[in-house]
């Protein structure tokens, strides 16, 4: 079996054996198939297989808000019996040497004696006649569809669908799939089937504070009996005789097959809600689901066939795509599995290569922007280097050497630095800085916390001292006195380099002539703030306007060579992926939750050695509220019954920023012998004389996290460890903390994590800037780097998007990024 299979038979298993209570992973069910549907996707044999991927990630989505463990056990074991049945195909397959042959749509049972006769539901065309495409039917407003008055309009705005257009992208978020036909004398208790038969009785009752009514339903082949709850006017529509198809999940009392609140509609009816794949869409109070059905309905009806599809036809035909309209018809009312999930690969697609269109328009109006080239010093960068107290590494130097090209070109440079903690990237940093001051130019390095700042001023005041090149610091803390005269030297150019934190965006600092701007921890800086950094550079003092900046951003977490190429397409990418010699490997031991006395002893040997540590609380995904609370009791604790005699601080992410601040200074400068804290710790400064990283409930993080929380100590000559108590461990944890025991290398790391939870860690830190995905998700790698190789080919043939079958496409790709803003 795969490894995306086997992987959610074990969560299966385990859920199974802890009762059901959507506690085998961490984030629950639904968060696991949101990563798994991606690597199952990768590893499926064949179409059936990929339409039974489909099934699986719906029903694991919807798992969390099912009513009660039997509704919840239910549903695994009918998963179970699919990936059974699953095997068991696949192994017929592996015999016979080719495919099995999936059944044609919609299924249809071989009944018993004497059914009832079955109407043919004939699939509907997409396009039943030719219709020119016309790009304003995305913008009228939804109030065109037949039914839709002022009121439902309203509903429908709070769902996100003001246009035909965002009406037609509110995708269903799950299907019930009803296209099964079966005879009652054949139907099997968990089953989601169609029923046709005839209405024998119908009557009303009342139980307790419910109305009930009741049907039994005859089809020759025996009866059922069907049950809705508080809708008494169907008792003058269910009548003795009245033909009608019944879809919903088989049920079972007293060991017979029923109905609870089945879908229902007249035989004579166009299928909607029964007899086939019906769709489940988000609603909100006064939006009832078969309402939005109806207006579904209608507007693909009259509007899909109307709507331009952007996506070049050789790209269409080579992928073997359905269009744009049969996509967007079949999403919603699908005639087949195999029809669903063409549908959704198309609108997937579209929205990831739409998102790397952006990615590369943007990296080229970057480029094709003026820039101040700055001649690489072949001189200038040995005194430099000649004078620093160690040699760089064969990494340093390669990455030394690209950002030096980039800034020798008359393009601006658009760099980012990836190191691991303790890499060296201050040193590269610093050589940039020199070729910028000594070409003329000023440099400025933006940090997120004051602490960080200081840190990076003192470290570069070391190492540019010697290059009689001056260093300046501008926090919230920087004295008025101090600040105007910095404003001064910064606007006439004296200043030769600044270092500062959101205090160098403000509107009064100006620079004469802003050649670098550096960007540490990139990820923690919104939009804005970065793109406010660039500007800078590009107005000088005298109102003279000036060629963008070069621009490098840093970050110390590291991020799988492949995922960066696609999430950070406007970048160019340089990695320092080795360490500097000499450096005392962090020893990693994991550690039973029976051995947490023995952790708290080591602690505190430590620290009578006259070191300082950190302990690190559980992760509480519900909310920072209950984390903050949960981390202020754990603090309490330590304070009280395991360290009395000792120092204790707590850090939150519930703190200001000014206490987190005060905290972190009080720890760096030895006020404080342990710091408690939540995963706020992530990134943060170099405490050299912290030496032990205990992280409580290791499990529950993600192999990045824990390797940046591991990067918190380590910073000095003495040997360094990392503590990790798990409570319950899963498969996927063992995984990951066996790992971290086995090795320091982020980058290692990284390419674990992705092997093992997807993309999922790393999205984060560039989720901001990006547009908003409907239907595609980060985490599908295959089709992610589909979509990238298909975009660059068109731009190598069209770079701006300018040849008459582009414009669409050059539209929507301006709109959805004007949405989601500038990333630089």
Sequence with gaps: MTRAFSSLERVIDLETKQGFQDKAVVGGIRQFAAYWVGQAREEAADEADLALVEQIADTLSSYSSLPGTEARESTLELLQQKLKAREERLKETRMTGKMVEKPAEPRLAEPEPEPIEIPEVKPEEVEPEPVMPDPEVLNLPVSKVRGVGPKIAEHLAIIGAETIGELLYVFPHRYDDYSLLKPINRLAYGEQVTVIGTIWETRARRVRNHKLVQSTITDGTGKIQATWFNQPWLVEKLKAGTQVVLSGTVDQFLGRPVFQNPEWEPLEMEPLRTRRIVPIYPLTKGLSAHKMREIMKRAIETWVAQIPDPLPVAIRERKKFLTLPQALQQIHFPDSQESLHRARQRIIFDELFQLQLGLLAQRREWQSSPGRPIPFDAGLMEQFLQQLPYQLTQAQQRVVSEIAADMAKDVPMNRLLQGDVGSGKTVVAASAIVLAVRAGLQAALMAPTEILAEQHYQGLSELLAKMNIGVLLLTGSTSAAEREGLYASLADGTTQVVIGTHALIQESVQFKKLGLAVIDEQHRFGVDQRKSLREKGLLSTDGAERPNPHLLVMSATPIPRSLALSLYGDLDLSILD???????????????????????????????????????????EESDKIEAKAAVEEYKRLQEQIFPDLKLGLLHGRMKADE?????????????????????????????????????????????????????????????????????????????????????????????????????????????????????????????????????????????????????????????WQQAGDVS
């Design 578 to 620: 080795e360490m500097p010699p000499g450096r005392q490997e962090i020893k990693t031991h994991w550690l039973k939750p029976s051995e947490r006395e023995r952790a708290y002893g080591f602690v505190r040997g430590q620290i009578e050695n006259g070191r300082q540590a950190f302990i690190i609380c559980p992760l509480v």
């Design 660 to 816: 987190k601040e005060a905290t972190m200074r009080a720890f760096y400068d030895g006020q404080i012998d342990i710091l408690v804290a939540t995963s706020v710790i992530e990134v943060g400064i170099d405490v050299p004389n912290s030496t032990v990283m205990l992280i409580e409930g290791a499990n529950r993080f993600g192999l990045a996290q824990l390797h940046q929380f591991r990067g918190r100590v380590g910073r000095s000559q003495h040997q360094s460890y990392c503590l990790l108590l798990a409570d319950t461990i899963s498969g996927d944890a063992e995984d990951r903390l066996s790992a971290l025991e086995q090795t320091n290398d982020g980058f290692l790391l990284a390419e674990k994590d992705l092997e093992i939870r997807g993309p999922g860690e790393f999205l984060g830190r560039r989720q901001s800037g990006l547009p908003e995905l409907h239907l595609a998700s980060l985490t599908d790698m295959r089709m992610l780097k589909q979509a990238r190789i298909e975009a660059q080919a068109l731009v190598e043939i069209d770079p701006n998007l300018e040849q008459s079958e582009h414009q669409t496409l050059r539209e929507i790709v301006a709109d959805i």
